[in-house]
């Protein structure tokens, strides 16, 4: 196909300088054939979140708390226990492991205890693997994943808070909020890198599919709309999902910058645009 492709457009540059003539290229997109945030269901319900929480404001209260009789640090890591309160009865063990490595890097993992041991229930027999995908550090980590031999917690304990201090003689501080779960990362006492500082953190959990009895209406999630949970379809194609809902939201504030760059996820600058 390549071949053929290219094939075509020597021909054609051939042709216009035979004729003394230039043919500009154009190049166009079908775009009901890609799919909108509106018309995605992981997307449109994070947005949804994102938009409902913004139009709280400080009345919002973030159901995802840092259990602080949890935390052990040990050899550069941080390990503890996100609790996320679904209702009064039912708060969902999400696993957190902050890892601070010699480069200067601190990386942050969040799991969810349930998938992590396989205590799920997959549907329709699927073979899909029940654990999360994490072999990310093979992929995007610059600089090795060895520990940091010199973080160390910071002795002036702030109720509510835990401070660890890493980097170059120390000088980077990560300050990890309990209530609600945020973590703010500083060099020389000025925040940089803010995660969850507005409070768009939803890591969806694992729930069984309770099949719909005619007549009858569940009381839990009656509030939520659970069309594209299971399996949703675009372009005549059905995407079933024998784990459920299980995306990932997050804001990430780059406090005091202007510009972020980075690889858009389509063609445009590379100073990435925010990402509502």
Known sequence: MARSRLSSWTLL???????????????????????????????????????????????????????????????????????????????????????????????????????????IEIRHGSQARKERYNDAESWVIVGGTDLSKSATLSTEAQEGFTTVLYGPDNTYQAVIRHAPFSVEFQRDGQTHVQLNNKGYLNMEHWRRKVEAVEGEQEVLGAQEDESTWWEETFGGNTDTKPRGPESVGLDITFSGYNHVFGIPEHADSMSLRGTR
């Open 13 to 119: 540059f051939t042709l216009a300088v035979l004729f003394g003539c230039f043919i500009i290229p154009g190049a166009t997109v079908k775009h009901e054939n890609f799919k909108k945030c509106a018309q995605s269901g992981f997307c449109k319900r994070n947005r949804a979140l994102a938009d409902d929480v913004s139009a709280k404001g400080s009345s919002f209260s973030s159901p995802y708390e840092l259990d602080a009789t949890d935390l052990h640090f040990e050899n550069g890591q941080l390990t503890g226990t996100i609790l996320k309160t679904v209702s009064h009865e039912q708060k969902v063990k999400l696993p957190i492991l902050i890892s601070f490595l010699e480069s200067g890097v601190a990386r942050v993992t969040v799991d969810e205890a349930k998938r992590m041991t396989g205590d």
